[in-house]
């Protein structure tokens, strides 16, 4: 089971907070490689929001390649965080030529763009850059958007950390996603790897999906160019979050109706019966079947939990307003915030999404049973 | 054969028919039971007269000459009375004396089957013992999911929907706008396929519905049946009991100047209406009911004369293309009750099912479509077109999934499919195998048969007489003094029983692959076959 840790806070942080969090959580872990989501971000980043950001790994032909690609495109570097490592990577790292971290000027013709516009295009980018990278295996592109940064990795995580040094001052963030990995397949490909995004909305999980074909069968033929490529079976549940809050224009309170839908009885006995109702039958593809904890992280930099129909899997929040963490393990979080009232901790249960907004004040609970929030 | 016999091309011995009877003159009390009880005459009291040689080891004496009589059974040969190794006998015989016994060569008599120039006709299904549904195994057990789901302990949601879909999309505009928005049913995913009030005995078609009944009212298994084409008792039709059955409609027509006189006084609608194109068993041939079985009873509820064979046409005459009828009946039938009962197509599976199914793809009333694979059994038809005519239905079903997917329209137009759904047995894994091929449910008609009312039929031949209302378990038999033998009651308990357990199997199929709270429709990653050619005809996996 992969461990999972996130932590939103009003204060910037170190991602190493999330690292050492993960190390504690390592008993019985193979630690085969990490994912990071950061947002909301401090430092050289902090004034310049809506510059995208585009993440990734290059090798030098690769990085040629891309930036013939981006200049012919008019995009103009804003900043550059250049990640220098040392010669040898740690055990199972491969050796990378380059880990690229660059905010960018959009090009003069996107001024005038209304946001959907843009946030359309920059997917649209990274899935090019995906594909130029895929044909020549030169480079891999994990995020290319405003106020987030991804870092991806095989390897032991704190090892991978510290030979990152990602505990520098420029990558200290408010809001950060981590999964530390168990490795189910030899050969990794980093798209595999979790935190997953796709235009402001990211999730991780543990688990297996085992109701992965139907869902990405569905999400694929959405005609949405982004619901496409899939290397992990949880990928999709960073997409089934999109589809539900873009596509449908339904708030976070409803991702979990239709993930883990009530039951028929439940339903009936429901305020809102007869949307749920057809909630459940048109998105009867998208359910999932457990066992996962999901951790995710929508644009307005709110964190969220939560678990499958049938709760199979740990996961708990806590702190104190303005900082709470989320983790697969008690122990992780023990150790991100060991001086919090923990007659506070919340573990979501089967019907619960719990939420921590942008204001960071506190643990917000909706159950399923709850009233909705009305429709837009 | 007797001296005084002809021999004619079709004079046929006891070796060349297909069933032989075996009697056993030590055990046979003469009690005549099984004579009285044979559907077909096929055996009868026989004479016997047999000369015994006695001779003494004392040469002295001269060897002595006896003639006895003694009395058996006597097997007749004359196609016309042929044995259809129904094995009646052998249930009513006290003392296990007589039986039927299987030929063991292709038998003589299908060459003379056709005497006046009429082929064969009889009931049953396609005599071939394959399945390739039983060749698919469930090969992703989830080892990961620790704790692993439980068939006896974890909640599971088995339902499927019959109708018409909308986008999530369009669902919530309309649910905005206050459109129209499709009925759909919340259903069981194993239906009872279309078997005629007319088909069937009374008294089995009062045991389903009972056992339907108690299925849905005490169990909360919203199990539905269809009601085939022959109309529905009117009773049943003002019964609130309605709301299990889905009714169907075919070429003939029948039955449904009662169904339409009798809507202003539902109580309940149908579950909703089967437009029936085509059946499996016989593809591309109407609907019969020979003559033997149009009693009064029938006639009245069908509005034809008495004791007439009712063929349906193969197709809907009053329409002159398979699109318009399709739209137009879809239309039609959606009005008839206020849009507010799904209008699903049935079509025997064919090469050209993709072409069907695009054309409800565009069609926003069309609920469904229900395909009757090759394996599909029947009450009456030619054998030409039971053994002969069809296409499978695991293609079938994995094309017109995997097209519907294409156009994203998957969820929209749910897929049920029937033929050979549990036809060695295995009711349970077929429709487990269906469903992750694409179906959203499936259709059995003779599984249900055989296991709530004991039908004798089996894919080697056997029985098979349903078509000429001789029914020997009084199941496809309009003789009260035949289907008198088949009590109602015992039929509805073995229909609770039947689904009970094929609900326990589906649980511990679905479990190991940890699925429970929705169907797995299409979940093809955990199917495997041993066949390379099958496995890449459904994309799935090859195993061995
Ligand atoms: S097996 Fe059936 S058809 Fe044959 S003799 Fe016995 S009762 Fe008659
Ligand atoms: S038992 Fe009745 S229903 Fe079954 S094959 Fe024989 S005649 Fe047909």
Not at chain 1, 144 to 155: A, R, T, Y
Not at chain 2, 121 to 148: H, V, W, Y
Not at chain 2, 386 to 414: C, F, V, W
């Amino acid at each position: 089971m992969c461990r999972l840790f996130a932590i939103t806070s009003n204060e910037p942080l170190s991602p190493m907070i999330a690292m050492e969090s993960m190390e504690v959580m390592k008993e019985g872990h193979d630690g085969s490689g990490v994912g990071l989501m950061l947002r909301d971000l401090a430092g050289p980043f902090e004034d310049m929001k809506d510059a995208p950001i585009l993440s990734g790994i290059f090798t030098k032909n690769g990085i040629k390649r891309f930036d013939t690609f981006m200049v012919d495109l008019g995009f103009m570097t804003k900043y550059k965080l250049s990640i220098k490592v040392s010669k040898t990577p740690p055990p199972e790292t491969p050796k990378r030529d380059m880990y690229l971290i660059r905010a960018y000027e959009y090009p003069k013709e996107w001024e005038g763009l209304s946001k959907e516009d843009k946030a359309q295009k920059l997917l649209e980018l990274r899935l090019q850059l995906r594909k130029m990278g895929e044909e020549k295996d030169d480079m891999i592109v994990y995020s290319f958007w405003p106020d987030v940064i991804m870092i991806k990795e095989i390897g032991d995580p704190m090892q991978v950390a510290r030979f990152l040094d990602l505990g520098r001052k420029e990558l200290w963030a408010r809001v950060i996603l981590a999964q530390g990995r168990q490795n189910t397949n030899y050969s990794i490909n980093l798209y595999a790897c979790h935190p997953f995004f796709i235009q402001g909305y990211a999730s991780m999980t543990n688990g297996e999906n085992t109701a992965f074909i139907p869902i990405r069968d569905f999400l694929e033929s959405r005609g949405f160019p982004g619901y496409s490529g899939y290397q992990s079976d949880s990928e999709v549940f960073t997409h089934i979050l999109h589809y539900t809050t873009t596509q449908l224009g339904l708030g976070i309170e409803y991702y979990k109706h239709v993930i883990t839908p009530l039951k028929d009885e439940d339903i009936n006995d429901h305020h809102d019966a007869d949307f749920l109702k057809h909630l459940k039958h048109s998105c009867r593809p998208l359910i999932i079947d457990g066992p996962n904890c999901v951790i995710g992280s929508l644009p307005d930099n709110s964190v969220f939990m939560v678990q499958d129909r049938k709760k199979l899997r740990p996961g708990v929040i806590g702190g104190r307003p303005g900082l709470y963490a989320f983790s697969s393990e008690m122990c992780g979080l023990d150790a991100a915030i060991p001086d919090r009232d923990k007659s506070k901790d919340f573990q979501p249960m089967y019907l619960d999404t719990a939420i921590v907004g942008p204001d960071r004040k506190e643990v917000f609970v909706c159950t399923q049973k709850d009233p909705l929030p009305p429709l837009h | 054969m007797y001296p005084k016999r002809s021999l004619t091309p079709s004079t046929l011995s006891v070796k060349d028919l297909p069933w032989q009877i075996s009697w056993d003159q030590g055990k046979c009390t003469l009690c005549g039971r099984c004579t009285a009880v044979c559907p077909v005459q096929a055996i009868e009291l026989g004479v016997f007269r047999k000369r015994e040689v006695s001779t003494e080891i004392n040469l002295m004496s001269l060897p002595e000459n006896n003639i006895k009589i003694w009395y058996g059974i006597r097997q007749k040969t004359d196609p016309a009375y042929r044995c259809v190794g129904c094995a009646m006998c052998n249930l009513v015989c006290p003392n296990n004396a007589i039986t039927p016994i299987r030929s063991d060569e292709i038998d003589k008599l299908r060459f003379h089957t056709n005497a006046g120039g009429q082929p064969r006709r009889r009931g049953g299904r396609r005599n071939n013992t394959e399945s390739l549904l039983d060749q698919i195994k469930f090969i992703r057990i989830s080892m990961l999911t620790d704790p692993a789901l439980d068939a006896g302990r974890h909640e599971f949601e088995i339902r499927t929907m019959l109708g018409r879909i909308l986008s999530p999309e369009e669902n919530l505009l309309r649910i905005k706008e206050n459109g129209w928005i499709p009925p759909v049913r919340e259903i069981y995913p194993l239906i009872i396929g279309g078997m005629s009030f007319g088909a069937l005995s009374p008294n089995m078609w009062e045991g389903l519905q009972m056992g339907v009944a108690y299925l849905n009212e005490e169990l909360g298994m919203p199990v539905r049946i269809s009601t085939g084409e022959g109309g529905c008792p009117p009773r049943l039709l003002k019964s609130r009991f309605i709301k299990y059955v889905i009714l169907q409609i075919a070429s003939g027509y029948f039955g449904w100047d009662e169904i339409i006189r009798a809507i202003p006084e539902m109580k309940e609608d149908p579950c909703a209406i089967e437009i029936k194109y085509g059946q499996g068993a016989k593809p591309g041939d109407g609907g019969l009911l020979m003559w033997y079985k149009v009693n009064e009873l029938i006639a009245a509820i069908r509005g034809v004369p008495v004791g007439i064979n009712l063929p349906s046409p193969p197709t809907h005459q009053t329409k002159y293309s398979i699109e318009e009828a399709v739209a137009k009946m879809i239309q039609s039938m959606s009005m008839a009750w206020g849009f507010r009962v799904p209008v699903c197509p049935k079509i025997s599976a064919t090469s050209t099912t993709l072409a069907v199914l695009n054309n409800l793809a565009r069609n926003p009333y069309a609920a469904g479509l229900a395909i009757d694979g090759e394996d599909g059994g029947t009450g009456a038809a030619y054998n030409v077109s039971m053994d002969h005519m069809g296409h499978p239905i695991a293609s079938n079903i994995r094309d017109a999934y995997l097209n519907l997917t294409r156009i994203g329209k998957q969820n929209e137009i749910p897929l049920f499919a029937g033929g050979g759904i549990g036809k060695t047995g295995n009711l349970a894994a077929n429709a487990a195998a269906l469903i992750m091929l694409g179906a959203s449910g499936v259709q059995t008609g003779k599984y249900i048969m055989q296991a709530a009312a004991g039908c004798l039929g089996s894919e080697s031949d056997r029985c098979n007489i349903c078509n000429i209302g001789l029914c020997p378990k009084g199941i496809t038999s309009q003789d009260p003094r035949i289907y008198r033998r088949l009590d109602p009651e015992a039929v509805a308990q073995r229909i609770v029983d039947v689904f009970l357990s094929f609900d326990t199997e589906l649980k511990k199929i679905f479990a190991p692959l940890g699925r429970s709270t929705s169907l797995p429709i299409g979940m093809s990653d955990a199917l495997g076959i041993d066949d390379k050619s099958a496995a890449d005809r459904l994309h799935i996996k090859y195993v061995v």
